[in-house]
C-alpha cells in the first residue's frame, strides 16, 4: 500500500492511502468521539459525533472522519471551535430526541451541554438511531433480523412488521454493540427474551454444568456456518475455559485427570 | 438492424424524405403536460376525422414544445408550407381544423406560432415556397416573447419529432454525433471536447461533466456503469420528464457517447416512479435502438457493444441524490453514503461509474456534433451553454424555458415569462426546488448560472423556479420547504434528521404566532449546522430556503414574531382580514365564496367580515376585484 503524507492535528505523518482517518488519528493518541462507529463494521458516517475539519488546497470543510480516506496533502483538525460547535448541537439535538439515553447527557456534558433548547420527543426510548445494530445483524453475523423502517423523522429500528422475528438468532451481538443500552435481552429458564425486538428464544443446556447458554438458534447457525467437518460440542463458555485449562495442566504434569474426559469444544 | 456507420447515413436520407412527406401531417402533443389538459381527447378526435373524410393525411403523437400554457398544442406541416402550431386545441377545433386544411384554408384562429425555418429547433433545413397561404398574420415563433430568446439544444426536437419513431430522430440529425464519434474520434478526444466545451451537471451540482469522465476513464476497475439520473423531485422541475417522453434517443445517443468515451458496456436510465410516461417511452426507444442496431453487442457494426436498461425509483425525493440512487439501483434502501470517494471512482456495486443528469446527456450528442468552440460561445464565463428552467407559480407564462446561461433572472420573469399574473407585485423567487433560495426583487439583474446563484445564497439545482407574489408568506414558504424536506429526508445522519425536525418545529412556532424573538438567532445556529454537517446533497443545501429568507426577509421574520402580523396575510394566528369601506363596491363576490358566512352585506352597502366566524382562508381576498379586503 501506498505511503501518502498528511498533516493531523498540526503533526505531519505518513499513513497508508485510503485508510481511514478516524483510526490513523486514534493511533496517534487523538481521542475523536463516535456514537455509530465499530471497528468490525464498514464505516457509516451517520452519527456526525467524529466530524473533523479538513482543509484539501484553498477549500476547508467539516466532514466525519470515519469514512474520510487519507490522501495526499489533507490537513486535518481534530479539534477547531467548528468541529467543537458541531459536536455540540449534534449532542445537543440527540439528547432531545431521546432524553432517556444517560450516555448521551453524559457526553454532552463533556462538551458543555446542560440541556437541549429543543422539544423533546420520547417515543425512542434510548435509540439514537445510530445503526450499530442493524449493521452487525447484517454485515457480522448475517441475519439481517432488524432493520430501519419508515424514513427521515419518522425513522425507527425494528423487526420487520414489528413482529416477533423468525431470523433473530439471538445472539446479543446488536445489545452488545448498542452505545446507549437501549436494546434489552434477558435470559430467565430456558428461554432468553430479546425484549426490544419482541423475540423468544428457545436455550440450550450445557452437557457439562447444564445451565441454558446459547439460544439454539445462535448454535444451529453457528454450525451451520463451521460445516459438517467441525460439530460443535454443547459446553458453555465457562466449563470450556476451565476444560482448556485442565488440558493445559495435563499437559505440563503429564498426568492424566478427568477434566480430559470432558467433551471437546469440537468434536472431530 | 444497420450494421456501418454507411448504411446509417442512407438510413437518415430515406427517414428525411418520410419525415416531411408531399402530404400533410398533423402532429398532437402528447407528453404527460398535454394529455392532463385533453390531448388524448384532441388525437382521437383529429384522427377521427381524418379517417371519416378519407384524408390522406399522416396523424402523429409527439412530445411537447414546453409552452404548458398553452396545451394542449397540435401542429400542421403541410407540404412546402411554415410549420403552424395551434393552442388550447379540442376535439372540436381539431376536427375544424382538419376540415379547413382539406379545403385548403388553413385556420388562424388559434394559431400560436409559425416555424417558417426548422433551423431553431429540430437540425433540419426545409424547402419553403415563400408563400404563406395566409398565414402572414401568424406570428413566427421568433417574434413570441417567450420563445425570442430561448436557445433550445438539451429541448431540441422535443415536441417536434415521434417519440416512438427512431426513424424521425435519425430524419433530425439524431446518431450523426455518435457516426462521429465511432469514426473519427476517440475516448480521450471525447472527453476533451466535452470539458473544453465547458458543459456542467445539470442536476444542480454544476460539477464539469469533462472531469468527471476523466476521472471515470482513468479509475480502476471493470465493469465500468453508466447512470442516467432522471429521478426528478423537485416540486416544479419538469424539464427532465419532458426530454425523456419527447426525445427519449438523445438521451440514449449521449449516453451510448459517454460509454465509448470511458468504457463502460452498461448503462441503467433511473426514473422516478411518477413517471409512467417517461418509463413508456425510454423503453420503447431502447427496444427501437436494439432492433436498429444502435445499442448491443456491436453497434453500427463496429465492434463497441453497449446497452441501457431503465429502472424505476419507488417515490423517494432523497434518490435524486447520486450514492442514493446507486444504492437504490443496486437493489439498497435509498440511502446516501459520504462521498468522501466519487462514484467516478467507486459506485454502482462498487465500479467506477458516471451519473449524469437527464439535461446533461441531452447536452452531449449537440457539442460533439457542432465542436465545442461552438458550445463554448454559448453562456457566460464559467457557466457554459444553456440551462432549462421550469418557470411556474405567479407568472403570465409558465413552461420550459432553455436559455443560455447568465441571462438575468428579470428577463426570464418578465421578458420571457410575461410578468406576474394580475399584475400583482413581485414578491420572491425561489430557484433550485426545495434545496433552493428565495431570491428577493434586489438580485433579480442576477445573471443566472451555477456560481452567482450560490453566492446569492440559492442553488441553480435543476433549474427549478417557483414565482411568487406578494401575497405569499415567505416564512410560511420557507416552513413548507422545510415540512417537505423533514418527510423525505431518508434519516440517516443526525444532523439532516434531527436538524431538520427542530427546524421545522421553530418555523412552525412562528407561523402560528408563538415565535420569541430568540427563535432567529436559534434558526441560523440550526441552519448553519445541518447545512455544514449533513452527510449528502439533501441536507447540505436543505436550509437554504430558511437562510435565504433569513437574509432577504428578515423583517418578515420579525414581523410574525414582534407585531404577532403576518404582512402577507396568510398564517391565519397572525391574519385579519377586513374590507376597506372606501374600496368596497359591494358586489357580493365575496359573500358568495366564503365557506363559514363570515361576511354580510346589501346592496350599495360596503361589506363588513365578522372576526368571529371569520377562519382567515383568503378565499374572499381571491376573488375581490377591488382588491378591497385588506390585512390589518
Known amino acids: 500500500m501506498a505511503l501518502v503524507e498528511t498533516v493531523i492535528d498540526g503533526i505531519k505523518i505518513k499513513a497508508e492511502r485510503d485508510r481511514w482517518a478516524l483510526d490513523v488519528a486514534r493511533e496517534m493518541g487523538i481521542s475523536i468521539p463516535t456514537l455509530c462507529h465499530h471497528p468490525a463494521l464498514e464505516p457509516y ?192 463458555p465457562l466449563c470450556r475455559r476451565s476444560q482448556t485449562a485442565g488440558r493445559l495442566e495435563a499437559a505440563s504434569t503429564g498426568t492424566k485427570t478427568e477434566l480430559t474426559k470432558i467433551p471437546a469444544l469440537f468434536e472431530i | 438492424m444497420i450494421k456501418s456507420i454507411e448504411e446509417l447515413a442512407e438510413k437518415r436520407s430515406s427517414a428525411k424524405s418520410e419525415f416531411y412527406p408531399k402530404r400533410v401531417r398533423i402532429s398532437v402533443g402528447m407528453g404527460t403536460c398535454g394529455l ?83 433551423k431553431l429547433l429540430v437540425e433540419l433545413d426545409r424547402p419553403l415556397d415563400g408563400k404563406l397561404n395566409g398565414l402572414a398574420s401568424v406570428p413566427t415563433f421568433e417574434q413570441l416573447p417567450f420563445y425570442k430568446d430561448q436557445v433550445k439544444i438539451a429541448l431540441r426536437n422535443c415536441g417536434f419529432i415521434d417519440p416512438h419513431d427512431i426513424e424521425e430522430y435519425l430524419a433530425a440529425g439524431g446518431y450523426s454525433a455518435l457516426s462521429k464519434v465511432l469514426m473519427e474520434m476517440g475516448p480521450e478526444q471525447i472527453i476533451d471536447t466535452i470539458e473544453k466545451a465547458g458543459l456542467r451537471g445539470r442536476g444542480g451540482g454544476g460539477f464539469v461533466t469533462g472531469k468527471k469522465w476523466r476521472v471515470c476513464r482513468q479509475a480502476p476497475g471493470y465493469p465500468k456503469y453508466i447512470i442516467c439520473n432522471g429521478d426528478e423531485g423537485d416540486p416544479g422541475a419538469f424539464m427532465d420528464r419532458s426530454i425523456m417522453e419527447s426525445n427519449p434517443y438523445v438521451i440514449l445517443e449521449g449516453m451510448t457517447i459517454g460509454a465509448y468515451a470511458i468504457g463502460a458496456e452498461q448503462g441503467y436510465i433511473y426514473v422516478r416512479l411518477e413517471y409512467p410516461l417517461a418509463v413508456e417511452n425510454l423503453r420503447s426507444a431502447i427496444k427501437q435502438a436494439r432492433e436498429y442496431g444502435l445499442l448491443g453487442e456491436s453497434i453500427l457494426g463496429t465492434g463497441f457493444g453497449f446497452d441501457v436498461q431503465v429502472s424505476r425509483g419507488a417515490g423517494a425525493f432523497v434518490c435524486g441524490e447520486e450514492t442514493a440512487l446507486i444504492a437504490s439501483l443496486a437493489g439498497y434502501a435509498g440511502e446516501p453514503r459520504t462521498r468522501n470517494v466519487y462514484p467516478a471512482e467507486k459506485g454502482l456495486f462498487g465500479r467506477p461509474t458516471v451519473i449524469n443528469n437527464v439535461e446533461t446527456w441531452a447536452n ?76 428577493p426583487e434586489s438580485v433579480l439583474d442576477l445573471p443566472v448560472d451555477f456560481d452567482r446563484l450560490t453566492e446569492a445564497g440559492s442553488i441553480m439545482g435543476s433549474g427549478g423556479m417557483i414565482v411568487m407574489d406578494d401575497r405569499i408568506c415567505v416564512v410560511e414558504v420557507a416552513r413548507y420547504f422545510m415540512e417537505f424536506l423533514t418527510r423525505e429526508s431518508c434519516g440517516k445522519c443526525t444532523a439532516c434528521r434531527e436538524g431538520l425536525r427542530q427546524i421545522l418545529e421553530v418555523l412552525e412556532r412562528i407561523t402560528s404566532g408563538k415565535g420569541v424573538p430568540e427563535d432567529i438567532e436559534l434558526l441560523e445556529e440550526l441552519c448553519l449546522y445541518v447545512r455544514d454537517n449533513s452527510l449528502c446533497g439533501l441536507g447540505k443545501t436543505a436550509a437554504n430556503p430558511v437562510l435565504s429568507t433569513l437574509r432577504y426577509f428578515r423583517q418578515e421574520y420579525m414581523a410574525h414574531i414582534e407585531q404577532q402580523k403576518c404582512p402577507a396575510g396568510v398564517c391565519r394566528e ?28 346589501k346592496k350599495k352597502v360596503p361589506h363588513l367580515i365578522s372576526e368571529d366566524k371569520c377562519i382567515q382562508c383568503g378565499a374572499c381576498r381571491e376573488v375581490c376585484p377591488f382588491d378591497a379586503v385588506i390585512t390589518v
Open chain 2, 364 to 439: 452531449v450528442p449537440v457539442i460533439i456534433n457542432k465542436d465545442w468552440k461552438w458550445f463554448a460561445e454559448i453562456g457566460n464565463d464559467k457557466s457554459k451553454g444553456t440551462k432549462v428552467f421550469s418557470v411556474v407559480g405567479k407568472v403570465r407564462n409558465t413552461g420550459l424555458v432553455e436559455v443560455p446561461m447568465g441571462i438575468t433572472l428579470r428577463r426570464i420573469i418578465y421578458d420571457i415569462c410575461g410578468g406576474i399574473l394580475n399584475e400583482r407585485k413581485f414578491k420572491g423567487v425561489q430557484t433550485g426546488g426545495p434545496s433552493g433560495g428565495c431570491l
Open chain 2, 574 to 601: 397572525l391574519t385579519t382580514f377586513r374590507i376597506a369601506p372606501e374600496k368596497c363596491k359591494a358586489c357580493g363576490k365575496c359573500i358568495k365564496v366564503c365557506g363559514v358566512e363570515a361576511i354580510t352585506g
Open chain 1, 45 to 236: 458516517g451517520a452519527c456526525r459525533l467524529c466530524v473533523v475539519e479538513v482543509t484539501k488546497g484553498e477549500r476547508t470543510w467539516l466532514t466525519t472522519s470515519c469514512d474520510l480516506p487519507i490522501r495526499e496533502g489533507l490537513k486535518i483538525k481534530t479539534d477547531t471551535p467548528a468541529v467543537i460547535e458541531s459536536r455540540k448541537m449534534t449532542l445537543e439535538l440527540l439528547w432531545a430526541r431521546a432524553p432517556q439515553a444517560e450516555y448521551i447527557q453524559k457526553l454532552a456534558r463533556e462538551y458543555g451541554v446542560e440541556k437541549p433548547r429543543f422539544g423533546v420527543c420520547d417515543d425512542l426510548g434510548k435509540c439514537i438511531l445510530c445503526g450499530l445494530c442493524v449493521r452487525v445483524c447484517s454485515e457480522l453475523v448475517g441475519a439481517s433480523a432488524i432493520s430501519f423502517t419508515n424514513r427521515g423523522v419518522e425513522r425507527k429500528i425494528t423487526t420487520p412488521f414489528n413482529a416477533s422475528s423468525d431470523s433473530c438468532i439471538g445472539c446479543n451481538a446488536c445489545a452488545v454493540v448498542c452505545p446507549t443500552g437501549h436494546i434489552l435481552s434477558t435470559d430467565i429458564g430456558l428461554v432468553r427474551h430479546m425484549e426490544t425486538w419482541k423475540t423468544e428464544l428457545d436455550m440450550v443446556r450445557c452437557q457439562v454444568c447444564g445451565r441454558a447458554y446459547i439460544p439454539a438458534k445462535e448454535f444451529e447457525h453457528i454450525q451451520s456456518k463451521l460445516g459438517e467437518q467441525m460439530a460443535l460440542g454443547k459446553i458453555c
Open chain 2, 36 to 118: 392532463a389538459n385533453g390531448a388524448g381527447d384532441v388525437f382521437e378526435g383529429i384522427r377521427d376525422e381524418v379517417q371519416k373524410q378519407g384524408l390522406d393525411f399522416v396523424v402523429r403523437q409527439v412530445g411537447c414544445i414546453g409552452f404548458c400554457q398553452m396545451e394542449p398544442i397540435v401542429d400542421v406541416l403541410a407540404p412546402r408550407l411554415p410549420r403552424v402550431f395551434y393552442h388550447h386545441m379540442s376535439p372540436e377545433r381539431g376536427r375544424e381544423l382538419v376540415s379547413g386544411i382539406s379545403e385548403g384554408n388553413f385556420c388562424t384562429k388559434w394559431a400560436l406560432a409559425r416555424l417558417d425555418q426548422d
